[in-house]
């Protein structure tokens, strides 16, 4: 019977033996402890005896094939007999249910990814020569690593994503999507407000030691109207709703480094001119980039004006957890039917969007018509 | 080393050193001031006496769990020994190793050891050390005839010889292995005998005669100081109290006691002998007893007075924790 | 650097702190014939012909000479043939070795390395294939060292040498061979010192010797799952670096430990539980042990491959504890 010949260990850490040469040829007779190759180990060059004898029938282990230790080297039997036509072992077979792989890991991606790098681009030491993370480490570590911006179209500039607007981008997306937002919109005449602000300007400066913008006294108006319509000035924290005693207005303000929104704390008792001189100050210190957390912090609802920057009407977006938000455009001249007759009046549009789990639209409704009835007269408060 | 009348006087008065120290230490146990096991030596003075007569300071010696006889000969303090039976904080060991491991490695004497036959092995291994620093120093391995049976007895002494190292081994036959008499374990009568099996010199002599046990060792220590290797010698000898603290002694008669005490003492045997010599006059002898006598109590009063050990010393000394190298 | 073999890196260890030190010196069994079965010690019987010992087989009086040779000032590196023969010197190890420094209330030192060639080789069964680290680590007074790249085997086996104090020294008989970087210039790792092989940000890994190379296998084959693990070796696991480890759990939220002994009682159990009484808070699964299962080593290679863990243990581990 042919016997299978295998490579054994000759020592305590032999792992692979190269085979040096052959003494025999296929077909050659042999004694048992006749010499019939030389393999390298690790550490020497052993000659073979043969462990039987025989006909060397085939050669399987080539000259200066490194074999693991237990691979066939030969099989020998008697003559002509045929060497069984079996694999050298039985090769694993890859799972049928796994999935075709990409050639880049999910991992070494991420990482190329946050590195601006185009793994596509890597070479592969991974199984299969697929892109790892530590192929992308080597890249960067080396200085290797090609640029994504590479495949970026001519004329555009990437700019990564950060700081600020990296923060703002995660919590408005997540505010978008928990939020369900609606939006209702009122037109108010704003011509009396301006009228007093017209007549008092000088006293109001006198007594504040500030002027007072239009926008101080929307927030004045604002806060009055709240406090007739407690609904709106909620927040929703962890599925419960809270409801703020107090009315603490948060203001947008714009700043070279984009958006703030301080906050004007007890508007709700406050007068014009507490608002006018909290709104002066809070204005200065963003400019200096002075503001303090205590500043940013604690606001009920929101108030965001684009009036100054010519814009008549938007759809503000919530400032969470708050309720609502109003948004105010410009004071601009516009016809108007009084009667029967056009005339030219002070129009501004306020839009309020409010977060529908916390509160409804018909709250929002009142809130918006007494917020114009304050406006449109002004007599009893300012 | 030969024996002259001055060395005699000092093994002399080491004799009655052990012999009083371990008395008091015996008392202190029944006063509660010293605590566990307590191996005494008493009864086995002049094999101790009679092997470190001949050692010099940087010599070694490796004990057993009976010891204090051991390093009071080769030189150690009796103070802080004593404190170290009490466990002060100024025992040799600082309370942390007690009868069965007092050591002062100041001294070379590498301490009693709690496993029979454990010292062999690294009492031979210091013999290594001074063979390959080329030293002339020379290593004692005290241990019992119970030690005889174990297999670390026979891997030592093997490598001892295999490589001729300058060591001694010193088998203190007193005839019993704990609580059993060794003719009902052992099947050789002397332990001398097996010095046969590693090709060395083996000699059994009279362990209550000190000057017996002080000669066979001065020629084995010669031997393995001029680097001919290892030699064994059994002195055969006799303890006067039990094994430890706890031992019923059913198996010896009080008569057979008495009778070592009475026929074969050690102090006695040798003080006939000197003053055959004319070497210690009565007078002498009083005086030497007396002096002995102040030494253990000014030990004992320095084992009183010592501090007991801060309880945060029992998290210290398990490893050289300053010890550092940088990457 | 040069790249050598796991092996090589020992010789080299060896041979640098024997011509720096006249106090260390070789002994054991074979040390001399063959360079020993390792060749871990060739050459040195022609350098050094007075500092190596080759013995009778007697392994208590090896470990015990070498305590004493140790205690008398000089620094012996001490080769166990297989870590399972160490059992037959365990007093000399446990109560000799270990315990001298503090018997003698810090007047002794005992300098000792035993070096310990364990875990499966060739398939020699249950008597020549053992771990044990995890008893060695349950001593006071023993340093347990499990190096598992060429360069950490340098490093550790020259501090090693230097130590105060006696030193299990690992030595994976299937890592002898493996190859890694080691610098050419002198260096020395501290005990103590975790090194994070493989940074990440999903699971921490901790792998003891030939396991940290599995789980870096398995961290390639993770990130198909899209799971980034951090792969931490202890290098030493008495004195062992809790903090690193800890740091790197609170890091992930996730651990895994992985050894070739068993886990019953080992040193993945004595990780996992630190890793519980301090990062609990930052644990977002219960760690997982993987481990040999609690069976003497087999000898028919089917069986014993089957209960040395392997990559794709590390990797199903790593699913489950980040599922």
């Known amino acids: 019977m042919a016997t299978r010949f295998r490579l054994a260990a000759f020592g305590h850490t032999m792992e692979v033996g190269r085979v040096v040469e052959w003494k025999v040829s296929e077909g050659d007779e042999i004694k048992e402890g006749d010499e019939i190759l030389s393999v390298e180990t690790d550490k020497a060059v052993v000659d073979v005896e043969s462990p039987l004898g025989g006909v060397i029938l085939k050669i399987v282990g080539q000259a200066d094939q490194e074999l693991p230790v237990g691979a066939t080297l030969a099989w020998i039997g008697d003559a002509g007999e045929e060497v069984p036509d079996e694999p050298e072992e039985p090769v694993a077979a890859a799972p049928a249910d796994s999935p075709p792989k990409e050639r880049v890991t999910p991992v070494a991606r991420r990482l190329a990814d946050r590195n601006g790098i185009d793994a596509d681009a890597l070479e592969g030491t991974g199984p299969g020569g697929r892109v790892t993370k530590e192929d992308v480490q080597n890249a960067i570590e080396s200085g290797t690593a090609p640029k994504k911006e590479d495949e970026v179209p001519e004329g555009v500039e990437v700019i990564p994503l950060a700081g600020i607007r990296k923060v703002a981008a995660e919590r408005l997306s997540a505010n978008w999507a928990q939020a369900p937002q609606v939006t209702e919109g009122i037109e108010v005449d704003f011509s009396a407000c301006l009228a007093a602000r017209q007549d008092k300007r000088d006293s109001w400066k006198k007594e504040f030691g500030v002027e007072p913008t239009i926008n101080d006294i929307i927030l004045l108006a604002t806060a009055r109207a709240l406090k007739d319509n407690p609904a709106l000035n909620v927040a929703l924290v962890d599925s419960a709703i809270h409801q703020f005693a107090h009315i603490n207005l948060n203001v947008a303000v714009d700043t070279e480094e984009g958006l703030t929104v301080p906050v004007v704390k007890g508007a709700g008792d406050a007068g014009l001119g507490d608002i006018a001189k909290a709104v002066a100050e809070l204005a200065e210190k963003a400019r200096n980039r002075r503001l303090s957390p205590d500043d940013l912090e604690g606001g009920t609802f929101t108030v965001t004006n684009l009036g100054g920057m010519g814009v008549d009407w938007f759809t503000p977006v919530l400032n969470p957890p708050q309720a609502a938000i109003l948004g105010v455009g410009r004071v601009r001249r516009a016809p108007v039917v009084e009667g029967d007759d056009v005339v030219v009046r002070d129009r501004v549009t306020f839009v309020l969007s409010f977060d529908h789990r916390v509160v409804d639209g018909a709250p929002c409704a009142r809130f918006l018509s007494r917020l114009k009835e304050l406006i449109e007269d002004p007599s009893s408060w300012l | 080393m030969a024996l002259t009348e001055e060395l005699a006087k000092k093994m002399y008065t080491d004799m009655w050193r052990i012999r009083m120290f371990e008395e008091e230490a015996n008392r202190q146990l029944g006063l509660g001031n010293v605590v566990g096991a307590l191996h005494l030596y008493c009864g086995e003075e002049a094999v101790a006496v009679g092997v470190c007569s001949n050692l010099r300071d940087d010599d070694y010696i490796v004990g057993t769990h009976r010891s204090h006889g051991h390093c009071l000969a080769k030189g150690a303090d009796m103070e802080h020994t004593m404190a170290e039976l009490f466990g002060k904080a100024d025992g040799t060991c600082s309370g942390k190793g007690g009868s069965m491991h007092v050591a002062d490695l100041s001294l070379n004497i590498l301490g009693a050891n709690g496993i029979v036959a454990g010292g062999l092995g690294p009492g031979t291994g210091t013999a290594l050390a001074s063979k390959i620093r080329k030293s002339d120093q020379v290593s004692v391995c005290f241990f019992g005839d119970g030690a005889a049976a174990r297999g670390t007895f026979h891997e030592a002494i093997t490598m001892g010889a295999l490589w001729n190292l300058p060591v001694v081994y010193v088998c203190e036959n007193n005839g019993f292995q704990q609580w059993v008499r060794r003719e009902t374990v052992a099947v050789v009568d002397s332990v001398a005998t097996m010095a046969g099996s590693y090709g060395i010199p083996g000699v059994s002599v009279d362990g209550q005669n000190v000057v017996e046990v002080h000669e066979a060792v001065s020629e084995a220590v010669d031997r393995a100081r001029r680097g001919e290797g290892p030699s064994l010698i059994e002195a055969r000898t006799y303890r006067y109290f039990g094994h430890s603290p706890g031992d019923l002694e059913e198996y010896r008669t009080r008569d057979e006691v008495e009778d070592w005490r009475t026929n074969r003492d050690p102090i006695n045997t040798f003080r006939a002998y000197m003053e055959e010599r004319q070497w210690l006059t009565e007078r002498e002898d009083e005086e030497i007893q007396e002096a002995t006598s102040a030494e253990v109590t000014k030990a004992v009063k320095f084992a009183e007075d010592s501090a007991v050990p801060g309880i945060e010393e029992a998290l210290t000394d398990v490893v050289d924790t300053a010890w550092r190298v940088e990457a | 650097m040069s790249t050598i073999t796991f092996r090589d890196a020992l010789h080299s260890a060896i041979h640098e702190e024997m011509a720096r030190d006249d106090s260390v010196f070789v002994i054991g069994e074979d040390v001399i014939a063959q360079g020993g079965p390792y060749t871990v010690t060739e050459g040195v019987v ?119 104090d006696p030193v299990m020294f690992m030595e994976y008989k299937r890592i002898y061979t493996s190859e890694g970087e080691v610098p050419d210039e002198e260096f020395l790792i501290p005990f103590g010192e975790a090194e994070v092989k493989r940074e990440g940000e999903d699971a921490t890994v901790i792998g003891i010797g030939p396991m940290v190379g599995k789980s870096l296998e398995a961290g390639v084959l993770l990130e198909d799952d899209g799971f980034d693990i951090e792969v931490v070796d202890p290098r030493t696991l008495s004195p062992l670096d809790t903090d690193t480890i800890c740091e790197s759990v609170r890091k992930t939220g996730r651990a895994v430990v992985c ?55 590390v990797v199903d581990a790593v699913r489950r504890v980040i599922a």
């Open chain 3, 46 to 164: 022609d350098k050094y012909p007075d500092r190596i010992f080759q013995t009778p087989i007697a392994e208590a009086g090896i470990v015990g000479l070498g305590v004493g040779a140790a205690l008398a000032g000089m620094r012996p590196v001490v080769e166990i043939m297989y870590l399972d023969f160490i059992t037959c010197a365990m007093d000399e190890v446990v109560n000799q070795a270990a315990k001298m420094r503090y018997m003698t209330g810090g007047q002794a030192s005992v300098p000792i390395v035993i070096r310990l060639p364990c875990g499966l080789g060739r398939y020699v069964a249950a008597q020549h294939s053992q771990i044990m680290e995890s008893w060695f680590m349950h001593v006071p007074g023993l340093q347990v060292v499990v190096p598992s790249t060429p360069k950490d085997a340098k490093g550790l086996l020259k501090t090693a040498v230097r130590s105060p």
């Open chain 3, 259 to 313: 050894e070739e002994d068993s886990s019953f009682a080992g040193t993945g159990a004595e990780i996992a539980a630190m890793i519980a009484e301090s990062c609990f808070k930052d644990l977002q699964a219960p760690v997982i042990r993987v481990g040999m299962p609690h069976v003497p080593m087999p000898f028919a290679p089917s069986l014993a491959d089957s209960v040395v863990p392997r990559v794709d243990d």
